[in-house]
């Protein structure tokens, strides 16, 4: 999954709690990415990030912050987590003027 | 507005057959044409992917087919074997590092 981990592989939360998913790499990449995957709807862009602090918003951004303090590290935090967010999340990184994304293995989310 | 489209959502192929899984899209303003392919658990794996500069490109058993005009590209696995069985996902992009929209993916089931 080069170079890149998520944590934790897998949650259950109860609706209203608040939620933070973490992605690490190792590669060094400027660009970071979390998306969804839900059936019928494919991988959906959450936020992405283009540099330590420097952050943007996807097409599916309500309910979800993120934030990078080191190259490394990219964190999204459900504020108030919702049944409508049980989810697959993933995380995928880029390299400058890159092409390819590269995913990390995923988080499965369970809202109760 | 769905900006790309995969199509058949199913597909079901014998061993050593053809599968054949086609992508549409509207922006012509898109430069990047990956595949991924994603099997049960796991995250997305870039498979193949085209520049609209040139018309087809291989890999192994794996061909990408671009028709600029038709504004479509196609995935060819040429003796499609069980080890195939995923889901294939066609994205687009516009521009280095910016963000990839995907299609809803598609099953392909290859029989032994």
């Known amino acids: 999954d080069a170079g890149i981990t998520q944590s934790p592989r897998h949650k259950v939360t109860e609706t209203g709690t608040p939620v933070t998913l973490r992605c690490h790499q190792t590669?060094?990449?400027?660009?970071m990415y979390w998306y969804r995957q839900d059936p019928g709807h494919g991988l959906r862009l959450i936020h992405y990030?283009?540099?330590?602090?420097?952050?943007d918003k996807g097409e599916v951004s309500d309910g979800y912050s993120v934030s990078r303090s080191k190259t490394e590290d990219f964190l999204l935090t459900l504020e108030s987590a919702t049944s409508s967010q049980t989810s697959v999340y993933f995380c995928a990184i880029s390299g400058q003027g890159s092409d390819e994304q590269y995913f990390g293995p995923g988080t499965r989310l369970t809202v109760t | 507005q769905q900006q790309v489209k995969q199509s058949p959502q199913s597909l079901i192929v014998q061993k050593g057959g053809i599968s054949i899984i086609n992508c549409a899209y509207e922006n012509t303003a898109f430069d990047y044409f990956p595949w991924y392919q994603q099997f049960p658990g796991k995250g997305p794996a870039l498979l193949i992917a085209?520049?609209?500069?040139?018309s087809e490109k291989k890999e192994g058993r794996f061909t990408i087919s671009f028709n600029k005009s038709a504004k479509q590209f196609s995935l060819h696995i040429m003796d499609s074997q069980p080890g195939d069985s995923a889901t294939y996902f066609c994205a687009v992009r516009a521009g280095a590092n910016s963000k990839l929209t995907f299609g809803k993916g598609i099953t392909l089931s290859v029989r032994p």
């Open positions: 990030s283009y540099g330590v602090k420097d952050t």
């Open positions: 085209i520049r609209p500069d040139v």
């Open positions: 590669e060094n990449h400027r660009y």
